[in-house]
């Protein structure tokens, strides 16, 4: 028996450590300025993670099968060891603290940075089961939204056609473009419940929680198209909120935005 | 077999807890420990309600704080004398004037009750309903649980009130049953003057 | 009244309704409690079950299922909505009706007044009182199902708006999800008044000689676990009685203004969803702790009995439950990272959070502690014991990922934090359910479950959840998300397939081992082998009394406590252990 439990443990110690290897499947590659702190942070906490996890895991296994009655007849009596319990506390707890504020510091560049000069805006309106889209157009601003306006097929962001900044709006319907190598201010909504905007090469996800409209920043670094995922449970399609974003350079960028102001 | 159980001798029964007082002082401080832990509990609901009425405060552009109307101050004294007369009862030295002030609490108890549903009357023909204003929601809302809470309470009271009328001499000081309403009436009190407070001196 | 000096007792009674329906006797009722989470957990189980047969093969038709679940089944396929009322429903019933309701309700009741040498709880009525009002809660939970619209698809989370929208927002969010709140308002008075009852039992009536550091771990996880429930539940009714008034009441104190649901504008304004993940985190964190530590307590129990050797560092592990239980009511804030919460709370929460690794930590390190040294007995009660450490570690550590907020960002809502909470919750509390089975079954009825199916059971089962588990967290680093019905319909999840098949067929035969353990209890409990009062030679009081026990717990004598909880491999003790009543050893000897 002991033998037995001993081996399992360490069998599933080295299914994991191989599971966990990048062998099997990993992260989709990065494109992001800051994907790769991300990375970096998930790559250090793993080196601990693996570590720990090994150690406590093999010691397990091996006082389990060290200490079986069959082979270790006379107990240590002893309630403990306070000694070896402070420094264990405070290593952990050093450890632990260490890569929390390690980690820290990508999660101020996200959100408690200004947002750059410069940035392409663009504002993200989620709703059952589709993400709306809309640009400033060329004065930069957007226009004022009214909800009694909303349609499903004609307007769906409730864009009011009396506000003058509104008429140079661009929507689109899941398909988002953006230059790369550009800061890209994004500002989420929501139209009915709570969604998540989540594009996994980015490296990016925040939720869309209705009444607030909440503002942050990216930059993409590679051109490619990648997918929009809608991270929140939000309903019964749910699972198929497909979008697309596209990232692209700074003409074709261009190009494709006058392309879709035509519509 | 090995194990040793030390049996008891008769009447032994003070020494069976670790704590001193035997079987009624044990029985008496598990009730006021279990009406702690629920006032303890009540509170912590409160507690959620308050930060909900915080945050909403904060980030509601609706909100419009309404009028107490001036029957709830009244209604407060009620509650206020209340609780006076629940202490004297709890304190009286005989079954008599035990029986006065229980009887007298119980009333006031009831007569508060049947004031916030006035109040509520007066605010429903205002056109001030639970909908539509978040400070009315709460409005209702926090006076509505409290009343419910309070009317456990007066379940209590009446409880007392009969057996003080009619098994007077069983009704001392002693009883655990009121002790602990007192205890229970006296946070309700506490907790309505807190809510006056939050709905209409923080608004 | 008492000839024996017993006080507290109240007269054995003689009816079948009071003697086994109404009873007020902490035994009966932890009965009661262990079998409402037994039926619980079946059909958690089976639901479970539904959800990975989607998962694996979504568009694949059951037409035996769509016998029994036509609407489920409409046309063949199951439907998404089904697979989300299924999800919702899974999780609810498992974390509340067995989580919350076995441990604590079933070991907790029956073993912490006789742990402590009491004869009942302090309050035996309101005991018998949250018994029955959980059982009534349970059946308005599985009501959910036979209601017009269903079950509710929000998730055991019931986020707002989703949730308070009504069924404009989906199926099953109309009536399913009334019944939803109030089986969970009622599951929220039910456990108040279980903490009213555990506090109280220990801080008043623990015997002569139990001073609060000779309690075995096992009180000191029940009593911190009701600490916890007492202050956390009354949030989640707090929230859930606002939901209710904003679906029923026409408040909006979830429900912002400007929605748009399908083109029907919503006629509330002003509310907060946010609010809404703050109340229900508040109550939800302490829940988890409330899930895990009396797992944590049996454990302490089952490794100290069977290595022979006494708990290493009893005193630091009470800290570390302490320490747990009260850090747990402030990281909350860790499930609403990328929520809309301000980044400076986001980032105190997530510091907070990595702090609580440190107590759990060390209670590994003093698991490890125990066993070192000793002289192991592989009864299954101990496979399962060790069995949970290694699921805690593997299950717990993947918290550092998840407590970080810039990790968070890429993990949250993926199979990384399903995986990671399914392996604490849904199977390292598991197996102290199961090993506290294992090691007090003989004592609640009298007779030993089968060994040999037992550590049967056990190997399958642990081999079985891991295989489950640890290739779940693989998906959620791939980007695999969580509540979607099926992973088909993206291109980056595509490479998801091949896992939620290789899961769900672990899962199959995970679960279908499951009746191995339902048909040991039940035909132990009739045929098993009789025991004495002290099979595993135990120290603590339930195993000076007859099994199962009398009445009143001690048959009329009063126990004395001399020593501590695990007094084993004492030197010169004429045993290799020394029972908690025994005399005091002359030192001087």
Request: hydrophobic fraction near 50%; aromatic fraction near 14%.
């Amino acid at each position: 028996m002991a033998i037995s439990f001993a081996v399992t443990i360490w069998l599933i110690v080295l299914a994991t450590i191989y599971l966990f290897s990048g062998q099997m499947g990993w992260f989709p590659p990065q494109v992001s300025e800051h994907g790769g702190a991300i990375d970096d942070q998930f790559f250090y906490t793993l080196i601990v993670v693996g570590v720990a996890f090994t150690l406590a895991q093999v010691v397990l296994g091996y006082y389990v099968w060290r200490y079986r009655s069959s082979a270790h007849k006379e107990v240590t009596y002893t309630h403990g060891n306070t000694k070896l319990e402070v420094i264990a506390t405070v290593v952990t707890a050093v450890v632990f603290v260490t890569l929390a504020i390690m980690g820290q510091k990508v999660w101020a560049q996200l959100h408690l940075q200004g947002i750059p000069e410069g940035a392409v805006k663009v504002e993200v309106t989620a709703q059952q089961f589709a993400w709306n889209i809309r640009y400033p157009g060329a004065d930069g601003r957007f226009g004022r939204t009214i909800p009694q306006l909303i349609n499903d097929q004609l307007n769906p962001v409730g864009v009011d056609p009396k506000d003058p900044a509104s008429e140079d709006d661009i929507v689109t319907l899941n398909r988002m473009a953006i230059p790369v190598n550009r800061d890209v201010q994004i500002t989420l909504r929501s139209k009915d419940v709570t969604h998540s905007f989540f594009v996994p090469a980015l490296r990016f996800k925040q939720d869309t929680t209705p009444g607030m409209a909440i503002s942050s920043h990216f930059k993409a670094l590679k051109i490619g198209e990648y997918e929009i995922a809608c991270a929140e449970l939000c309903g019964i399609q749910h699972y198929k909120m497909r979008g697309f974003l596209m990232v692209k350079s700074s003409e074709d960028f261009e190009g494709w935005l006058k392309e879709m102001s035509e519509y | 077999m090995g194990s040793s159980l030390v049996s008891s001798k008769e009447g032994d029964q003070a020494s069976y807890y670790s704590n001193e007082g035997g079987v009624t002082q044990s029985r008496k401080r598990n009730s006021r420990i279990g009406m702690w832990l629920a006032l303890a509990s009540i509170s912590m609901m409160f507690t959620g309600f308050t930060s909900a009425y915080i945050l909403g405060r904060g980030t509601n552009n609706l909100w419009q704080p309404i009028n107490p109307p001036n029957y709830l101050w009244i209604n407060t004294l009620v509650l206020l004398a209340s609780s006076l007369t629940v202490e004297l009862g709890r304190r009286a030295t005989k079954a008599s004037e035990l029986k006065y002030w229980i009887t007298v609490t119980c009333l006031l108890g009831i007569t508060f009750l049947a004031g916030q549903l006035w109040t509520w009357n007066l605010l429903v023909n205002q056109g001030i309903y639970l909908a539509g204003n978040p400070h009315s929601s709460f409005f209702y809302l926090l006076t509505g649980v409290h009343g419910l809470h309070l009317f456990g309470g007066i379940l209590a009271l009446l409880y007392l009130t009969v057996r003080s009328w009619l098994f007077s001499s069983t009704l001392t000081q002693e009883n655990t049953v009121l002790s602990t309403t007192a205890l229970y009436w006296h946070f309700m009190d506490g907790l309505w003057i807190y809510l006056l407070i939050l709905l209409f001196f923080w608004r | 009244m008492s000839d024996s000096g017993n006080p507290e007792v109240h007269a054995e009674p003689t009816t079948f309704l009071r003697k086994w329906i109404f009873s007020v006797d902490h035994k009966i009722i932890g009965i009661q409690y262990y079998f409402l989470a037994l039926i619980a957990v079946f059909i958690g189980l089976g639901l479970s079950v539904l959800m990975r047969l989607r998962l694996a093969w979504p568009n694949e038709s059951w037409p035996l299922l769509e016998k029994i679940f036509p609407i489920g089944f409409d046309g063949g396929p199951m439907t998404p909505e089904f697979y989300l009322a299924l999800m919702t429903m899974h999780g609810t019933i498992m974390v509340f009706f067995v989580l919350t309701t076995a441990p604590q309700g079933g070991f907790g009741n029956y073993f912490l007044p006789i742990q402590i040498g009491a004869h009942d709880m302090a309050f035996p009525v309101l005991n018998m009182l949250s018994f029955w009002v959980t059982f009534v809660s349970l059946g308005v939970m599985v009501a959910a199902f036979f209601v017009v619209g269903g079950a509710p698809i929000s998730g055991w989370t019931a986020y707002a708006p989703l949730s308070a929208l009504g069924e404009v927002a989906g199926p099953g969010l109309g009536a399913g999800q009334n019944l939803w709140i109030i089986s969970i308002a009622l599951f929220c008075l039910a456990s108040l008044l279980g903490a009213l009852n555990f506090i109280t039992t220990v801080l008043n009536m623990r015997a002569k000689g139990m001073t609060l550091m000779k309690m075995p771990l096992t009180v000191w996880t029940w009593f911190t676990t009701a600490i916890l429930a007492l202050l956390s539940f009354p949030v989640l009714l707090a929230g859930g009685i606002l939901l209710l008034l904003d679906r029923l009441g026409g408040t909006s104190f979830f429900i912002p203004g400007g929605l748009v649901v399908s083109d029907t504008i919503i006629e509330h304004s002003g509310g907060s969803p946010i609010l809404w993940q703050h109340l229900f985190w508040f109550f939800g964190h302490p829940e988890v702790y409330i899930a895990i530590l009396p797992g944590m307590g049996v454990a302490s129990q089952l490794l100290s009995t069977f290595a022979r050797k006494p708990i290493f560092g009893y005193r630091a592990m009470v800290v570390a439950i302490f320490a747990i239980g009260l850090l747990g009511f402030f990281v909350w804030g860790h499930h609403m990272f990328i929520s809309g919460l301000s980044p400076l709370s986001a980032l105190i929460f997530s510091v907070i959070t990595l702090t609580i690794g440190v107590p759990s930590a060390i209670k590994t390190f003093n698991w490890l502690g125990t066993l070192w040294g000793g002289k192991i007995r592989f009864t299954t009660a101990m496979l399962y014991a060790i069995g949970f450490v290694s699921l805690f570690v593997s299950g717990g550590i993947t918290g550092l990922f998840l407590g970080q907020t810039s990790i968070d960002v890429q993990l949250h809502d993926t199979y990384f934090p399903v995986a990671h909470f399914h392996m604490i919750m849904g199977v390292a509390a598991l197996f102290g359910i199961f090993g506290g089975t294992y090691y007090w079954f003989p004592k609640m009825f009298g007779r030993m479950l089968n060994e040999w199916w037992g550590k049967f059971h056990f190997w399958i089962t642990f081999i079985g959840v891991n295989a489950i588990f640890i290739p779940m967290h693989l998906m959620g680093i791939m980007g695999g998300l969580r509540r979607y019905a099926q992973s088909t319909e993206f291109k980056f999840l595509e490479p998801l397939q091949p896992y939620q098949e290789f899961v769900s067929i672990a899962a199959f035969i995970t679960a279908a081992a499951q009746v191995i353990f339902l048909v040991n209890l039940f035909w132990s409990m009739f045929k098993g082998k009789k025991t004495s009062e002290n099979p595993w030679e135990s120290t603590t009081l339930e195993w000076t009394i007859p099994s199962p026990p009398p009445h009143d717990n001690f048959a009329g004598k009063i126990p004395v406590v001399h020593h501590g909880p695990y007094e084993y491999g004492v030197p010169g003790s004429p045993r290799d252990f020394v029972m908690q009543t025994d005399p005091p050893i002359d030192k001087n000897k």
